[in-house]
């Protein structure tokens, strides 16, 4: 699961308090997630903290780089559109559907699994998914991005894809595919547990194992517990103001020119471990 950690040392001087808060620690995963300090109540002479509600609230994050470094290939005009208005819409209207819910206070990881219930999805799920679909999203890109993997991944794709180009070909051709909005993803399959939610897609497939799927609207692969390793959003507001209906073009750039491999490499470490953590713990249970 995804933690945001936060520490925080109190002092008193001269009936003075003072907070000092450390940094946020995040994990390689994409999170939103903050909550609101206590309130103080300071008096001469000595210090009183008034025990108040934590209440965790999304903040919308920005992409880990400047909104014009990704042209011309994707527009300044269109990560304002997409992260800046859309993205920003998907955060504030979670906030306000959770708010003095049971979700209130959950993380983000959470949230999204709670709220897509097995398949019937609850009201705030779009937007949970949605938001954490886009932090995944723009950590999958990069300024001069592209090329090949290496390493690990590489090893992997070759050996399920039988090339890297027979994976870049399966990548596009579920892109092209996907009717309507939605999503597709490379992802790492190693669930052999009946997760609880609804059919999951490529059941006939071997467990540890890369796959390509595709999914619509707000679902993602992270739902039937497969571990997500790049994304491409397939939405219209993606694209529609740098390639018009020209879907086919902007995948191709994406591929080409965009990909993170080093970040896409990282996030199958993290699969694999988080796999074989899991199968030990299943020799132990068993």
């Not at 108040?52 to 903040?59: D, G, K, Q, T, V």
């Amino acid at each position: 699961m995804l933690l945001l950690q936060q520490a925080a040392s109190v002092a008193c001087y001269g009936g003075l308090m003072v907070i000092s808060s450390l940094p946020p620690t995040l994990s390689p995963q994409p999170l939103s997630w903050r909550k609101k300090t206590p309130k103080i109540k300071m008096k001469s002479g000595q210090c009183i903290m008034r025990r108040a509600l934590i209440i965790s609230e999304l903040e919308l994050k920005p992409p880990p780089y400047s909104l014009n470094s990704l042209e011309p290939h994707l527009s300044r005009e269109t990560l304002e559109l997409h992260w800046g208005s859309h993205h920003r819409a998907h955060v504030a209207r979670l906030n306000s559907l959770i708010a003095g819910t049971d979700l209130d206070g959950m993380g983000l990881d959470d949230i999204v699994i709670a709220t897509y219930n097995k398949g019937s999805p609850r009201a705030p799920f779009v937007h949970a998914a949605e938001v954490w679909n886009h932090d995944f999203f723009w950590q999958s890109i990069k300024p001069n991005g592209g090329g090949q993997p290496s390493g690990k991944l590489m090893e992997l794709i070759e050996r399920d894809f039988g090339s890297f180009s027979r994976m870049l070909k399966e990548f596009e051709n579920a892109a092209l595919t996907q009717f309507g909005s939605g999503w597709v993803w490379l992802a790492y399959k190693a669930n052999k547990l009946d997760v609880g939610n609804a059919v999951n897609p490529c059941p006939s497939e071997k467990d540890n194992k890369l796959i390509v799927l595709k999914s619509p609207n707000a679902v993602n692969p992270f739902v039937w517990d497969y571990s997500p390793l790049l994304c491409i959003d397939v939405w219209e507001h993606a694209y529609y103001l740098d390639y018009e209906n020209r879907r086919d073009e902007y995948v191709a750039v994406f591929l080409e020119k965009l990909v993170s491999w080093e970040v896409v490499s990282h996030r199958l470490d993290i699969a694999i471990k988080r796999a074989a953590d899991r199968a030990r713990e299943d020799e132990k249970d068993s």
